[in-house]
């Protein structure tokens, strides 16, 4: 297994016949990561997150946003994380988290169904017995982050190094809604204010200060190991291994699922479509990695340069920011702040999206 994930880094870090750099960041991440996907993209973040061996992941938290509108036979995500261990040879600990949002930004959530606390209850002993700095990474609504933060701020501040936040919205641009900010507004205001290193990662934003991007699916995965397109087909066919409505049809076995041969007329109705991504960026900035560019124009994401990849680029930054955040969670940046971030802004947004898109087709190539 291990054989595996030394050989997916290889490809991700285009360092072949080099061994892969040693993890050197203690990571625990938070997701809505659900089976079937309320949003696909939160596979691929998986995929990012687990192919990136400069990342230890101690512990994932499966955040329950959807719950109050799941049926209870549908899955938390565990069947994803199930197959991503399988394909990477990496193991997590992993559990589900809060069902309902936070009731004010001090909330503890120990009301909760005590089967629901597992998550803010990892986060706390991760922090507890690690003696090393930790990075939290979260995707979703934050709130099993906030509650452990308000249960033990002291821990917090002693142990975590930064924060990366995806989810909210920087400024007014016209149009954008984030679900994550609608479902729990307490959670992210707790987070927001608490005076930690906050590498906020806006959803949307005025003038470039987001994370938004769009993907050519064929391009990220028309490389992919077989493996890992199934893992992408199973989530996007809900099972089936049949795109398109599948009423009537057994869901087939996940893990029995990756080691299908490759379905070509279902494969390419996967390469055709777009996708709508967020987080990327969030686990090339946590694991320390910077992007290179090439003469072909291909990008990557090392630590140094390796290789033809020596033009080092930057699309983006995270700048600290004074700015201004109301009650309902809506950020001014024109207004005196009342509190203090590090937020995303694309310096270059046609080369944002070129560059990520290029670093996940290597990244997940065979």
Not at 43 to 71: N, S, W
Not at 175 to 185: A, M, S, T
Request: with cysteine; hydrophobic share 40%.
């Amino acid at each position: 297994m291990f054989l595996a994930l030394l050989l997916l880094a290889l490809n991700a870090n285009g360092q072949t016949g080099k061994p892969a750099q040693r993890a050197t960041v203690k990571l625990i991440y938070s997701s809505d990561l659900y089976f079937p996907p309320d949003d696909p993209d939160d596979y691929f973040d998986l995929a990012t997150l687990m192919t990136t061996p400069e990342i230890d992941v101690l512990g994932i938290v499966l955040d329950q946003q959807l719950y109050d509108r799941r049926p209870e036979s549908e899955g938390t995500g565990a069947i994803a994380l199930r197959q991503m261990f399988e394909i990477t040879g990496r193991a997590v600990p992993y559990t589900i988290g809060l069902r309902h949002p936070l009731r004010s930004i001090d909330d503890q959530c120990l009301n909760q169904d005590p089967l629901c606390q597992k998550g803010v209850e990892m986060i706390l002993a991760l922090l507890e017995k690690t003696d090393e700095k930790v990075m939290i990474l979260t995707v979703g609504t934050v709130r099993d982050v906030a509650a452990a933060w308000n249960r033990n701020p002291g821990l917090f501040r002693e142990k975590v190094s930064r924060l990366y936040v995806n989810t909210g919205i920087y400024g007014f641009p016209q149009g954008r809604f984030d679900v994550n900010l609608e479902k729990d507004r307490n959670a992210f205001l707790a987070v927001m204010k608490s005076g930690l290193p906050v590498y906020w990662a806006a959803c949307f934003g005025d003038n470039n200060y987001e994370t938004y991007w769009q993907a050519d699916q064929r391009r990220i995965l028309e490389t992919a190991a077989p493996k890992l397109q199934n893992y992408f087909l199973y989530a996007f066919s809900k099972g089936t291994g049949t795109i398109g409505p599948a009423a009537g049809k057994a869901v087939l076995d996940p893990m029995e699922f990756l080691r299908r041969p490759l379905e070509k007329e279902e494969v390419a109705g996967m390469y055709s479509m777009t996708r709508n991504m967020w987080s990327t960026v969030s686990f090339l900035d946590a694991a320390g990695m910077n992007i290179y560019r090439n003469e072909r124009g291909e990008y990557t994401a090392l630590r140094q340069p390796v290789g033809d990849f020596t033009r080092a680029v930057k699309p983006y930054s995270f700048k600290r920011v004074k700015v201004f955040i109301d009650d309902k969670g809506r950020v001014h940046p024109d207004r005196p702040g009342n509190i203090e971030v590090f937020v995303i802004h694309k310096e270059d947004a046609d080369e944002y999206r070129n560059a990520l898109e290029s670093i996940l087709r290597k990244r997940f190539g065979r």
